[in-house]
């Protein structure tokens, strides 16, 4: 079965900081890998995707991620994070006709 | 396009209650799921649907029944409600019947369910 890991369960930066969230998953073959944030009381959005083609992966609000298949990886960077990116992220994989999503990291941004 | 809305937003049921929670979507995907949110746990797939009249299991089935009568619709069953089913339901839809990984997935506002 697919797994999906979070390493950071809570991240505390300051506005302007830059902002990496690690992710790695552990299926082998074909994977789609996805970003979704879920600001408060809101519902999830879809930061960024990635499915094959360019390892670097630019989504909205300023976001990218970076794929690493050697490492299993697929971190999430901003270079300067505002207090509007509050907000908890979700790292999702996706298979056949699943998402498996990992635990999450809670982003707070400090002004 | 009112996207996937979902209703009730809150639910309190005591143990061994049952409820319907309701999922409708007017963009005309074919893939719809059904989550659960719970903390430290991210989400998990209880159920979904390629297209009406075809449903399967997700990760968390245990307590849940679904139904695809239509394309609009997929509401999420509660037969007999106990404590380990508070959480918070998410419903999903997507275009293709094959669903993830090849769409995205458009999510719904989310329904919190207590238990008591």
């Known amino acids: 079965a697919q797994s999906v890991s979070q390493h950071n369960h809570h991240v505390i930066l300051s506005e302007a900081a830059s902002l990496e969230l690690g992710c790695n998953y552990s299926?082998?073959?074909?994977?789609?890998l996805f970003w979704y944030v879920q600001y408060p009381g809101q519902h999830l959005q879809l930061l960024l995707k990635y499915f094959s083609g360019d390892p670097l992966v630019k989504g909205i609000k300023g976001f990218e991620a970076e794929f690493i298949k050697s490492k299993f990886s697929f971190n999430l960077r901003k270079p300067s994070v505002q207090w509007s990116d509050t907000a908890e992220y979700f790292c999702?994989?996706?298979?056949?006709?699943?998402?498996?999503f990992g635990s999450g990291t809670q982003l707070t941004v400090l002004p | 396009n009112a996207g996937v809305t979902q209703t009730p937003k809150f639910q309190v049921l005591k143990t061994g209650q049952s409820m319907t929670l309701q999922c409708a979507q007017d963009m005309n995907h074919e893939y719809m799921s059904w989550y659960r949110q719970d903390p430290g746990m991210g989400l998990r797939l209880i159920h979904y649907s390629v297209g009406a009249g075809i449903t399967d299991q997700g990760e968390v089935p245990n307590g849940y029944n679904v139904s695809r009568s239509t394309t609009e619709d997929f509401p999420l069953r509660l037969l007999s409600a106990a404590p380990s089913q508070t959480s918070v339901y998410f419903c999903a839809s997507s275009y293709k019947a094959g669903g993830p990984p090849n769409n995205e997935q458009f999510f719904g506002p989310g329904t919190r369910l207590t238990v008591l």
């Open positions: 999702a994989s996706g298979s056949a006709r699943q998402l498996t």
């Open positions: 299926y082998g073959g074909t994977v789609n």
